[in-house]
């Protein structure tokens, strides 16, 4: 059994007939200097320490002559916080007591006979908002304040 390529290649086969370089040339594909590796080398290792000299002169310049500013604290009023609460079938007694935990405030104005309400809702947002969503589903005139 012959195999017609090795037959090719042994019948034209001559030593010294065919170059590396010449066949990247052929194919349009020029070898690589070893110069440009230095020189990419170099680059790269420029690159790496003028990084590093920036970054320590910004720190020893920059970072001790700021002045430090202080902001006051501010306290956000339990009225405007935005937090997420779930009620699955819970009476409205149930309700009332968690937004005041929650919130951290005062329902007032609670209907005289509250067990006659029953809520399913998932709400995010202030206690303000979600009371006046309670009022609107039930017809209620309850109202929020802080503590």
């Not at 090719?8 to 066949?23: N, V």
């Not at 002559?65 to 819970?90: M, R, Y």
């Amino acid at each position: 059994m012959k195999n017609k390529e090795v037959d090719f290649i042994a019948r034209r086969y001559k030593k010294g007939r065919f170059s590396a370089d010449e066949g990247w040339h052929r194919l349009g594909i020029a070898p690589v200097s070893i110069w440009r590796k230095y020189r990419v080398a170099a680059a790269v290792a420029a690159t790496v320490i003028l990084s590093a000299t920036a970054t320590i002169l910004y720190r020893e310049y920059h970072l001790n002559n700021v002045p430090q500013q202080t902001v006051p604290a501010t306290t956000v009023s339990p009225l405007a916080e935005v937090k997420v609460i779930d009620f699955e079938n819970a009476p409205l007694p149930e309700v009332v007591k968690k937004i005041e935990s929650v919130y951290g405030v005062k329902v007032e104005s609670v209907p005289a006979s509250p067990e006659g309400y029953v809520l399913s809702l998932h709400y995010e947002g202030t206690p303000t908002d979600l009371i006046s969503v309670i009022n609107d589903i039930f017809g209620t005139e309850m109202t929020v304040t802080e503590k």
